[in-house]
């Protein structure tokens, strides 16, 4: 049998990787399937029909550039969906592939038909159990508006977005997210079910720590009331469950979750969970639990790069009333690398320091509130520093490089100093240009251009550069 079907997707693949983020490809290309290459149309199998629908609205372009290149203008993609069925006898699900398949425009997909079958009655109806407006313990200060979107949480935030707009009608169902304290994971999660609880009247939402979860189960054996605890959580519509890995090595804790988490996706309710690892990395949890914790979409948030560690740390303040000046909050935010949670207690306790000791905010209060949040603080590299040293270099005043003087001289060095700041400081291009006479953000840019030109024709220049750096870093060790 022919494997060019495989050929052509990996080459695809191969095309699409430079235009994805590797999280994104992981996601939603490395699932994919390459089933046959027919008549100049490739046809792919997705997992499910949201699948399809989130490639075609997000990735079309990076699909259409990939198969012209490998089949010309007259390739086509066509996609086949697998349906998933579940039943009593065997619990987990089955991807059935598609019996029949029919001819399709480009770019839509092959449905797989669906068996008619009469309404089955809900054996999960409690008689004298009526549905009941349940307080759903959230947070309403964690909200979408005020999470703040990078690199390190797109495709987390993404799907919960898409949950939150249709609350286990997606693929993401469950849902899981995994990170390390402090990343916002709990932010996200209680803003998925502040967003539905303020969409859907009708759906009950509940937040709970698992830690209050394992209590509750404590309790209700102690009263002999676990069946009516399982009842309670049967009623729920959004089940958001925070940091699931503490029910490690609990098996009775861990018998009655998976019994409420079958009945609540049997029933197409959405179940929402964290956790500080991934579900293939939890220990002490029944393998039945992590393989359902699998069935949906797994998306982890890491630690936040120093743009957005920037931006939350500005959203802060606004909500704080704060103006704190630049140079304070990008020294905090280049200190305060693993947690937000310590971005929050850098604010509060600088609002402390500040007015208790009836002192302004400036950088040397930032240096000692930091130090009790962090063991050993970068010593900074500034652009004053870099400055001097490239002015000595070049036997030209700093003056001069704050300047409006054109020497040729002065302004290589001028260009020198924009270029090593914006590569060996986190200032910004903004707070760089106001240390050279207060120039604009493109004069660094055009300056920083300048510079690498010079560095890929010039042997001599370079060196210059490549001994300047290294005087630099030794800054960092005196």
């Given at each position: ?53 989130w490639l075609e609205e997000h990735y079309v372009a990076e699909l259409k550039m990939a198969m012209r290149q490998e089949l010309g203008d007259s390739g086509r993609l066509e996609y086949q969906i697998l349906m998933s069925h579940q039943n009593a006898n065997n619990p987990n699900p089955i991807a059935n592939t598609p019996k029949d398949s029919r001819q399709v425009k480009q770019n839509q997909p092959l449905y797989a038909k669906e068996n008619s079958a009469g309404e089955i009655k809900n054996p999960f109806v409690i ?352």
């Amino acid at each position: 049998m022919s494997n060019e079907h495989i050929t052509v997707w990996n080459n695809c693949l191969q095309t699409i990787k430079k235009y994805v983020n590797p999280q994104s490809f992981r996601t939603w290309f490395e699932p994919i399937k390459p089933i046959r290459l027919q008549d100049n149309a490739l046809t792919i199998q997705v997992p499910n029909k949201f699948f399809y629908e989130w490639l075609e609205e997000h990735y079309v372009a990076e699909l259409k550039m990939a198969m012209r290149q490998e089949l010309g203008d007259s390739g086509r993609l066509e996609y086949q969906i697998l349906m998933s069925h579940q039943n009593a006898n065997n619990p987990n699900p089955i991807a059935n592939t598609p019996k029949d398949s029919r001819q399709v425009k480009q770019n839509q997909p092959l449905y797989a038909k669906e068996n008619s079958a009469g309404e089955i009655k809900n054996p999960f109806v409690i008689p004298g159990i009526k549905k009941m407006k349940i307080n759903p313990n959230l947070n309403k200060t964690y909200l979408f508006d005020n999470f703040i979107e990078g690199d390190c949480n797109r495709l987390a935030r993404s799907a919960g977005v898409a949950v939150a707009k249709k609350p286990g009608g997606t693929a993401f169902n469950p849902l899981f997210l995994y990170g390390e304290s402090g990343l916002g994971k709990t932010h996200l999660v209680q803003a998925i079910g502040n967003e539905v609880d303020n969409q859907f009247a009708d759906k009950a939402v509940l937040y709970v720590s698992c830690e209050e979860f394992t209590n509750q189960i404590i309790n209700a054996i102690k009263n002999n009331a676990v069946q009516d605890f399982v009842r309670f959580y049967q009623l729920i519509d959004v089940l958001i469950v925070d940091d699931i890995q503490f029910l490690a090595n609990k098996n009775k804790m861990q018998e009655i979750f998976f019994h409420i988490f079958n009945t609540l996706h049997q029933a197409g309710k959405q179940i929402v969970l964290t956790s500080d690892r991934p579900p293939k990395d939890l220990e002490g949890i029944q393998e039945r639990l992590i393989s359902r914790f699998k069935w949906g979409l797994s998306a982890d948030l890491n630690v936040p790069e120093f743009e957005t560690r920037m931006a939350i740390f500005e959203t802060k303040m606004t909500r704080e009333g704060l103006d704190i000046p630049s140079d304070v909050t990008e020294f905090i935010c280049f200190n305060i690398k693993n947690n937000i949670r310590e971005l929050e207690g850098v604010l509060i306790s600088l609002i402390a320091q500040s007015s208790l000791n009836r002192r302004e905010i400036d950088l040397d209060l930032a240096k000692e509130v930091i130090k009790n949040f962090v063991k050993n603080i970068s010593k900074e590299i500034t652009v004053e520093f870099i400055q001097e040293l490239v002015a000595d270099h070049f036997d030209v005043s700093v003056d001069k490089l704050q300047g409006k003087t054109r020497k040729r001289q002065v302004v290589i060095a001028r260009q020198l100093s924009m270029y090593l700041s914006k590569k060996m400081t986190n200032k910004s291009l903004k707070s760089i240009g106001e240390n050279f006479g207060g120039r604009d953000h493109s004069t660094v840019i055009y300056s920083c251009k300048a510079v690498q030109d010079l560095l890929d024709t010039d042997t001599i220049f370079k060196d210059t550069v490549t001994d300047l750096e290294k005087k630099i870093k030794m800054n960092l060790h005196e």
